[in-house]
């Protein structure tokens, strides 16, 4: 059974930065992609990007271009969503999830969630 756990979040000032963390376990594919979604208070899941085992390159929504990355480190199977910049419309939970690629990623194992707060 996959489990994926996250870490990191919390409360920063707008244009500071956050560093957060997902883990995947308890699978032994090959390939594997990880996403990462968002979800403010009264609005629709936003999905923040994704990155493939393939780590050529990783995929954003318009709303964090040029402001967060996503890493991947295949042997941990951990992937890292670095914040640049944050603005307090990037306050919301942050979900990490598991997938074979990333069109299945939603459908696949997610995290805990962990609150991002930005102050103006």
């Known amino acids: 059974e996959v489990h994926v756990a996250q870490s990191g979040g919390g409360l920063v000032q707008a244009g500071e930065s956050l560093r957060l963390s997902c883990v995947a376990s308890g699978f032994n594919y090959d390939g594997y992609a990880m996403a990462w979604f968002r979800q403010a208070p009264g609005k629709e899941r936003e999905a923040v990007g994704c990155i493939d085992s393939a780590a050529t390159s990783a995929r954003y929504g318009n709303s964090v271009k040029g402001r967060f990355t996503i890493s991947l480190d295949y042997a941990k199977r951990t992937t890292y969503l670095q914040m640049n910049n944050l603005k307090p419309e990037d306050t919301a939970v942050y979900y990490c999830?598991?997938?074979?690629?990333?069109?299945?990623?939603?459908?696949?194992?997610w995290g805990q969630g962990t609150q991002v707060t930005v102050s103006s």
């Open positions: 999830s598991w997938g074979g690629d990333c069109s299945d990623a939603a459908d696949g194992t």
